[in-house]
């Protein structure tokens, strides 16, 4: 008991599980459950002040998604990320979505893609508000909405699980140094580059925003966490 903040649990639109699940990887986010820990379904439980069920079962979830793995008799361990696993997630993500970004500049109509800037400003808006979780749930809506552009479904779920793995790591140290906001401005630059039919442009663009995302978790790695010290 006593792991996680309190949380408003109820809405009309999603069942408790899927409330559970979206509530524990904030806390994931928040640094709160931290990579490498074992927590109970009971203990967490305790903290929403519900039954272990619907957190035994957003756990295992969240399982499946590889954020975390189950511990016989204990409950589950927050799975820790290591510098293999985020260049591979990378080198992935750069051999789809360089190419279908380019190939959606001269075909994505400029309605959907002007779609998508209320959304770019919402991802710079959070990030000067240091809400990390209002970061990533936008950023996540830009970039899949964009892919999703392209037509294929595959294609964005491939990405959207890449996304839900790597996307816990280092995001609180990048927010305290000040290097989320020019990461997060990238988003405009990159629509204004389609916008304007500049493929070679756009394609840079978005190998950069990747790669310094990649970078900037390295650097995140190689900071000592003094927090808990």
């Not at 509530?23 to 002040?49: C, H, K, N, Q």
């Not at 000067?128 to 830009?142: N, P, S, V, W």
């Not at 394609?203 to 808990?228: F, N, Y």
């Amino acid at each position: 008991m006593g792991h996680l903040k309190q949380r408003n649990l109820v809405t009309a639109h999603e069942r408790l599980r899927d409330q559970v699940a979206n509530a524990l990887r904030a806390a994931l986010i928040s640094g709160e459950l931290r990579p490498g820990e074992v927590y109970s379904a009971p203990g967490l439980a305790a903290d929403f002040g519900i039954s272990a069920t619907p957190v035994r079962e957003a756990m295992l979830d969240m399982a499946r998604e590889g954020l975390v793995e189950p511990v016989r008799n204990k409950g589950f361990r927050v799975t820790e990320v290591n510098e293999r696993d985020l260049d591979q997630y990378t080198e992935i993500r750069l051999l789809i979505e360089v190419p279908t970004v380019r190939g959606l500049v001269g075909t994505a109509a400029r309605e959907e893609l002007e779609a998508l800037r209320p959304v770019a400003v919402e991802i710079v808006e959070a990030a000067r508000a240091h809400d990390l979780i209002g970061y990533l749930e936008a950023d996540r809506r830009f970039h899949l909405t964009l892919l999703g552009l392209a037509g294929n479904e595959r294609l964005v779920e491939t990405v959207g699980d890449l996304r839900k793995r790597s996307r816990l790591y280092g995001l609180t140290g990048l927010d305290e140094r000040g290097e989320l906001l020019p990461s997060a401005e990238e988003h405009l630059e990159l629509l204004d580059l389609m916008l304007a039919g500049d493929a070679d442009g756009s394609e840079a663009c978005m190998t950069r925003h990747l790669g310094k995302i990649r970078s900037l978790w390295a650097a995140e790695a190689a900071v000592p966490d003094q927090r808990h010290a």
